[in-house]
């Protein structure tokens, strides 16, 4: 098992930055992946960002290239996420995600594959 907990969402306006963490414990090892998925209100659930545990391998959706910026500390287990340059349509509920991945990221991305382990949660408004 996988234990994941966020924290640094909060309030923001367009243009502004926030930063976000999530401490991973527990069988870290038995993952391949971690990653950052956002729920917008009211919408599907989406992968944001993506790392590989093993070679350290980035991965974004379209809307946040440029912009937001993935990177983990593998000594300290832990997952980060720079969004930079915010707008209104990043509000959403951000999510820490861990699992196994095969040769390819595009089914994560694609909503076809889902990570096995989930953080609670943690909550980010980019007012206009």
């Known amino acids: 098992q996988v234990q994941l907990v966020e924290s640094g969402g909060g309030s923001v306006q367009t243009g502004g930055s926030l930063s976000l963490s999530c401490a991973a414990s527990g069988d870290t090892g038995s993952t391949t992946f971690m990653a950052w998925f956002r729920q917008p209100p009211e919408k599907k659930r989406e992968a944001a960002a993506a790392i590989s545990s093993r070679f350290g391998s980035t991965y974004y959706t379209d809307s946040v290239k440029g912009r937001f910026a993935i990177s983990r500390d593998k000594v300290k287990n832990n997952l980060y996420l720079q969004m930079d340059n915010l707008k209104p349509e990043d509000t959403a509920m951000y999510y820490c995600?861990?699992?196994?991945?095969?040769?390819?990221?595009?089914?994560?991305?694609?909503?076809?594959?889902?990570?096995?382990?989930w953080g609670q949660g943690t909550q980010v408004t980019v007012s206009s």
């Open positions: 995600a861990a699992g196994l991945i095969g040769g390819s990221w595009l089914p994560l991305f694609a909503g076809e594959s889902q990570p096995r382990y």
